[in-house]
Nanobody
């Protein structure tokens, strides 16, 4: 099993920045692609971005492209989501995900999920 723990969420004003962290533990050798999803109240879960094991490939939702950046350090079993130019519509619970396979954008294909961290962007 793999455990994922997110941190770094909070309240920020529109236009501000936050950096989320996700620490993986357990059988981390079994995971390759990692990523982030988010879910706002009353809305469907939404893909945010994903990164390959090597970090050479990243993919983002159009809604965050150019504002969010995913990075990882395999030696630390950690992935980050740098969020800049935040907007009120970015308000959601952000979930870290991991899978034993290549990068995908479909939530059901991720094997492991964190508990989530709340991000609130005020206008």
């Amino acid at each position: 099993q793999v455990g994922l723990v997110e941190s770094g969420g909070g309240l920020v004003q529109a236009g501000g920045s936050l950096r989320l962290s996700c620490a993986a533990s357990g059988r981390t050798f079994s995971i390759s692609a990692m990523g982030w999803f988010r879910q706002a109240p009353g809305k469907e879960r939404e893909f945010v971005g994903t990164i390959s094991w090597s970090g050479s490939r990243t993919y983002y939702a159009d809604s965050v492209k150019g504002r969010f950046t995913i990075s990882r350090d395999n030696a630390k079993n950690t992935v980050w989501l740098q969020m800049n130019s935040l907007k009120p519509e970015d308000t959601a619970v952000y979930y870290c995900v991991a899978r034993n396979g290549d990068t995908v954008t479909t939530a059901t294909l991720y094997d492991y999920w964190g508990q989530g961290t709340q991000v609130t962007v005020s206008s």
